[in-house]
């Protein structure tokens, strides 16, 4: 099962960008999805979750304030809201859908992946 993401681009810092991540139902309907991102010659690492029904949400720290997720179930899709972007926040953002329900920092648990789409912030 492949998810897509897009929305990525080249912005400015203090820009913002919406990420977006769809997939078929079966894949989303009932599964907690996250975002990741991975910046040159770093490992994955997590950025967001969200849970099932949307009602929960988890962050890494240094986006807390300034990324938002968020579902919408009827489309399938999933959203990421990036304002104040710094250039630090560079690199490939993929979204997965989890094994689970609820939301989740553990890449462990997420088994669906899209194929990344890049988001590059200049100074």
């Known amino acids: 099962v492949q998810l897509q993401a897009s929305g990525g681009g080249l912005v400015q810092t203090g820009d913002s960008l919406r990420l977006s991540c769809t997939a078929p139902r079966r894949t989303f309907s009932n599964n907690a999805v996250g975002w990741f991102r991975q910046a040159p010659g770093k490992g994955r690492t997590f950025v967001a979750s969200i849970d099932w029904r949307g009602a929960s949400t988890s962050y890494v720290d240094s986006v807390k304030g300034r990324f938002t997720i968020s579902r919408d179930n009827a489309k399938n899709t999933v959203y990421l809201q990036m304002n104040s972007l710094k250039p630090e926040d560079t690199a490939v953002y993929y979204c997965?859908?989890?094994?689970?329900?609820?939301?989740?920092?553990?890449?462990?648990?997420?088994?669906?992946w899209g194929q990344g789409t890049q988001v590059t912030v200049s100074s």
């Open positions: 997965a859908s989890a094994l689970r329900s609820s939301a989740t920092t553990d890449v462990q648990q997420y088994r669906y």
